[in-house]
């Protein structure tokens, strides 16, 4: 099992061209080139990305996608939530009222509580990981450190 799908890995390896590219982008067939992935698969990444407003597209000879903003404002948890249409840890950890998923186990789970702590406290460290954070050549050891040391303790 993985924390991230496909999908949204391969929207951070692609955020990081565009970053790289900046300012004039990159098209998708370079994209999709330089990462060894499916055109059509990076077509599909890069076309949501510009519907959720993280990309736009340039029309014409020298077209391509560039960044709609800095990736130093775009936190790993706006990334996540807005390519997995709501990131849950299990069924029962996030905020949704209801989850496709239903557990029935959910009145009498000793762990529910918890887990839903745990994932609480996920989102609230990938709030303050931007995907600039996760593309700089070499980040120091401590980076993420101060952050988990700033979480705040256990709610009961």
């Known amino acids: 099992m993985t924390l991230l799908s496909?999908?949204?890995?391969?929207?951070?390896l692609i955020l990081s061209w565009l970053h790289q590219c900046a300012p004039t982008g990159a098209c998708a067939r370079t994209i999709a080139e330089k990462y060894?992935?499916?055109?059509?698969?990076?077509?599909?990444?890069?076309?949501?990305?510009?519907?959720?407003?993280f990309v736009v597209s340039k029309r014409g000879v020298s077209g391509g996608y560039v960044l709609e903003r800095p990736l130093e404002q775009v936190t790993l948890a706006e990334l996540i939530e807005s390519l997995e249409d709501g990131f849950q840890l299990t069924s029962c950890s996030?905020?949704?009222?209801e989850s496709q998923d239903h557990c029935g186990m959910e009145s009498a789970c000793p762990i529910r509580g918890p887990i839903?702590?745990?994932?609480r406290r996920m989102m609230v460290?990938?709030?303050?990981?931007?995907?600039?954070?996760?593309?700089?050549?070499?980040?120091?050891?401590?980076?993420?450190?101060?952050r988990l040391?700033?979480?705040?303790?256990r709610v009961v």
């Open 125 to 146: 460290v990938f709030s303050d990981v931007t995907v600039a954070d996760l593309i700089q050549p070499a980040l120091p050891e401590m980076t993420f450190q101060s």
């Open 36 to 53: 060894g992935l499916s055109r059509g698969f990076v077509a599909n990444i890069l076309k949501e990305l510009c519907q959720k407003n």
């Open 6 to 12: 496909r999908k949204t890995d391969n929207a951070l």
């Open 116 to 119: 839903r702590e745990l994932h």
């Open 149 to 153: 040391d700033r979480l705040p303790a």
């Open 94 to 97: 996030g905020n949704r009222s």
